[in-house]
């Protein structure tokens, strides 16, 4: 089992940037693939990022490429998602997820593991 718990959520301004973490436990770094998605109020769970195990691979959305980064930290079970130049649109739940099979590109790739959400607002 994994637990995840995310953290860094807050209220900013457009063009502002912001660092979130995901704090793993458990069975937390064994999983290969992890990742990020938001949720935005009456809409449903996106795709936002995802790493493998090394770090070597990241997939993005294209809405947040070129704006956010993706990394993690085996040593200290944590992965991160630093975000930058923010937009409203940006706002939203931000959830962390582990995934027991390989890492894979692309969206629709299915999530085993998910913390209870950050939120993050973003004022024009």
């Known amino acids: 089992q994994v637990q995840l718990a995310e953290s860094g959520g807050g209220l900013v301004q457009a063009g502002d940037s912001l660092r979130l973490s995901c704090a793993a436990s458990?069975?937390?770094?064994?999983?290969?693939?992890m990742g990020w998605f938001r949720q935005a109020p009456g809409k449903e769970r996106d795709f936002v990022a995802s790493?493998?195990?090394?770090?070597?691979?990241?997939y993005y959305a294209e809405s947040v490429k070129d704006r956010f980064t993706i990394s993690r930290d085996n040593a200290k079970n944590t992965l991160s998602l630093q975000m930058n130049n923010l937009k409203p649109e940006d706002t939203a739940v931000y959830y962390c997820?582990?995934?027991?099979?390989?890492?894979?590109?692309?969206?629709?790739?299915?999530?085993?593991?998910w913390g209870q959400g950050t939120q993050v607002t973003v004022s024009s």
């Open positions: 790493i493998n195990w090394s770090g070597s691979s990241t």
């Open positions: 458990g069975r937390a770094f064994s999983v290969p693939a």
């Open positions: 997820a582990a995934r027991k099979g390989v890492w894979r590109a692309g969206l629709g790739v299915t999530y085993d593991y």
